[in-house]
């Protein structure tokens, strides 16, 4: 990509990061104040979401439901930034190759997108590989933002937080990375190739329908589907960074733990919040990444 194409895509990525950061929050807080847990649940799923809900606002007010923003603000706008950036950059590189390159695409699609084309193997790896390399980058920050949404520490100020979290050694700024890579590769590479087949058989069979219409749709649509198959490593990751006792510490440790306590449920604690969050954010970031691509680029 040329310099000019790389600023408008990382300028379109913060957009969409900040964007996403600022609505959310709130569904982001109570994933992380229910999978923190170390107990089982007893009550039903909308009964513990309506109950943590309750007690954040009576003991923080309605403006604690945003607690930790200024942190998901650090690692959401670079983070998402960074990948819409490094993903369509691995995109143009692969539709070099004619192993990777789409073969055959319908002739409407063209209009409602400037991106890359791939075939579904090579959506698979480009979006595996940059969400995850950006993870690895941006890690210590998802640990600084989960622990800033968690009531189990006692952060003060983000400065503060990230040198004491990197006085502990490499190892406790990488807490948590293999679990988020378990999540985080299947879930990237899934949502590419659901997002790209559903708007490319969208924009043909119904080729007046708005672009930001069909990028949201299909984002949502994608994020469903990807988040489920993925969210067990999203409870395991949450415990590893959140918790601090040596049984959380490690990745097959903290699987044992959380089965012999919840069983084959407690993997799912939040689901329905991360499920939620992530509709609303993919609707929103592809619509405005891809919204404001088109309106720069024609």
């Known amino acids: 990509m040329k310099n000019a194409a790389v600023g408008q895509h990382l300028l379109s990525g913060a957009l969409s990061g900040f964007g ?3 609505l959310l929050q709130p569904l982001d807080l109570l994933k992380t104040r229910i999978q923190q847990g170390d107990s089982a649940l007893n009550a039903g799923n909308t009964t513990i979401i309506w109950r943590t809900t309750k007690d954040i606002i009576r003991n923080e007010g309605i403006k604690g439901l945003w607690t930790g923003t200024s942190a ?4 959401n706008v670079p983070g998402v930034a960074l990948y819409f950036t490094s993903l369509t ?7 070099k190759s004619p192993y990777f390159s789409a073969h055959q695409q319908h002739s409407r699609d063209s209009s409602k ?30 640990i600084l933002k989960a622990r800033f949404e968690s009531e189990l520490h ?12 990197a006085r502990m050694g490499p190892s406790e700024l990488m807490r948590g990375f293999v679990a988020s890579s378990l999540r985080d590769a299947p879930y990237a590479g899934l949502f590419v190739v659901i997002y790209e087949s559903i708007k490319r058989e969208t924009t043909y069979f119904i080729p007046t329908a708005y672009a930001v219409g069909i990028h949201s749709f299909s984002a949502a649509s994608a994020g469903a589907v990807a988040t489920m198959a993925t969210h067990p490593f999203d409870v395991i990751k949450t415990k590893m960074q959140v918790r601090s006792e040596d049984k ?38 592809w619509a405005v990444f891809e919204g404001m691509l088109l309106f720069m680029q024609t």
């Not at 069983?263 to 609707?283: C, E, N, P, Y």
Request: cysteine-free; charged content about 15%.
């Open 20 to 22: 996403g950061a600022i």
């Open 72 to 75: 998901t603000l650090v690692r």
């Open 89 to 95: 950059y691995l995109r143009s590189i692969m539709a």
């Open 113 to 142: 997108t400037v991106l890359p084309k791939l075939s579904s193997q090579g959506n698979l790896i480009a979006g595996a590989t940059a969400r995850v390399g950006v993870g690895f980058i941006l890690n210590p920050f998802s």
């Open 154 to 165: 006692a952060y003060r100020s983000l400065s503060g937080s990230l040198l004491s979290i």
């Open 248 to 285: 959380y510490r490690g990745f097959t440790t903290t699987v044992i733990r959380i089965f012999k306590q919840r069983g084959a449920a407690g993997f799912f604690d939040g689901a329905s919040l991360r499920m939620s969050r992530k509709i609303l954010s993919s609707a929103i970031g």
